[in-house]
């Protein structure tokens, strides 16, 4: 189905998941049945291990086998081909603690025989935060994540990387990602793009100008990993873009050959700038060219998705204003060949919170801790 038959579908309620409300689960397409492990219950925001699938072709729930493991907040998870993948995070250290702390276990789910598989011990220390992706040979490599959370702050991002094998149950570090110098690195974002993974490195400068005085500034590096070069010892590359590409905050994600950066901003962490929607939206090719003549979303960005050579985005928020009407459930596409917006069929009247679209290859899943919805032929 192409975008073009999304325009003329209709969005529906898709039964009740066992375990909603909820916030936040791991999600994977599988290809066909949508994975939904663990998150955070509504009624009181911990974490839980459940886990259940929904199957498009019969259009119900199953209950799986819970994650074997620790309840946890913010592990690092990915899809494999044949396997889920769910490693480190944080559990909470006591009520009011402000403490927490980082995990560096995890577990990978057979779906097709509905069984968890704890991994072995590797060479990352515990983090939470990290993030994974998986390479073109289905390992799943994992980066970034802070040691401790703590009401004081975190500790520095770990520089960390290491990719694990779920066909030989083995794990191997990698090169540390690149900083460069006086940058500090402040979290992470990592894309399988081509045979390489493409990482987005937010960062900090700040500078004492003065005694209990400082200032800085902020942005984002992009480095290439090609985790086969050198017999697999992976090397990094340092990806140039024009300065002009909000990439702070960006959603960076591969749309065919190139490279997505939506949503983002030219605002430093934690800088007082004038307030913006984030509808910057931007294309890059392999050599770091922005395609010229592109506009940014209608609509500001609350889940994405890619659906063949479109690249589809649905709104939480609402916005009103001179010109602007904007609801929870909206959504739009850009089409790749076009180079166009398309708007979609709005889903309104469910009022959702999106927090992850699923594209099935016949419709698309918007799952929701206030229920699922799904737009697609009747």
Excluded at 57 to 86: I, K
Aim: glycine letters at 12%.
């Amino acid at each position: 189905m192409s975008i073009a038959s999304l325009k003329s579908s209709h969005w529906r309620s898709l039964p009740a998941d066992p375990l909603a409300p909820r916030d936040l689960p791991i999600t994977a397409w599988t290809g066909h049945e949508l994975l939904a492990v663990g998150g955070q219950r509504v009624a009181d925001g911990a974490a839980f291990t459940g886990a259940d699938a929904y199957d498009p072709q019969t259009g119900r729930w199953e209950l799986l086998p819970s994650f074997p493991l620790a309840a946890r907040d913010s592990p690092a998870s990915a899809w494999t081909g044949y396997g889920l993948v769910v490693w480190g995070g944080s559990i909470a250290q006591g009520s009011g603690s402000g403490l927490s702390q980082t995990l560096g276990d995890g577990a990978i789910l057979d779906p097709a025989h509905r069984v968890w598989r704890v991994l072995p011990a590797g060479p990352l220390p515990p983090l939470t935060g990290s993030v994974a992706v998986t390479d073109g040979a289905d390992n799943v490599i994992i980066l970034g994540g802070v040691l401790v959370t703590a009401s004081a702050g975190n500790t520095p991002v770990s520089r960390r990387v290491a990719s694990y094998d779920p066909a030989r149950r083995t794990w191997r570090s990698l090169p540390d990602l690149p900083v460069a110098t006086s940058h500090e690195l402040l979290g992470v974002k990592a894309v399988l793009w081509g045979s390489r993974v493409l990482v987005a490195e937010t960062w900090q400068q700040v500078v004492h100008t003065a005694p209990g005085e400082t200032s800085g500034t902020g942005g984002v590096d992009l480095f290439l990993l090609d985790p086969r070069s050198g017999g697999g010892a992976g090397h990094w590359s340092r990806f140039p873009v024009p300065s002009s590409t909000a990439l702070i905050g960006a959603d960076v994600r591969a749309l065919g050959s190139e490279l997505v950066v939506a949503g983002g901003t030219m605002c430093p962490p934690f800088a007082a700038c004038p307030y913006s929607l984030n509808t910057a939206f931007g294309l890059l090719d392999a050599q770091g060219n922005a395609r010229a003549g592109i506009f940014g979303p209608p609509i500001k960005l609350a889940a994405e998705t890619v659906v063949g050579d479109s690249y589809v985005v649905m709104t939480g928020s609402q916005i009103t204003g001179p010109g602007r009407d904007e609801q929870p459930g909206d959504a739009a596409a850009f089409n790749l060949a076009s180079g166009e917006w398309v708007t979609l069929p709005s889903a309104r009247r469910f009022k959702p919170e999106p927090q992850a679209l699923t594209w099935t290859g016949r419709e698309l899943i918007a799952l929701s801790s206030n229920g699922s919805i799904a737009l697609g032929p009747n």
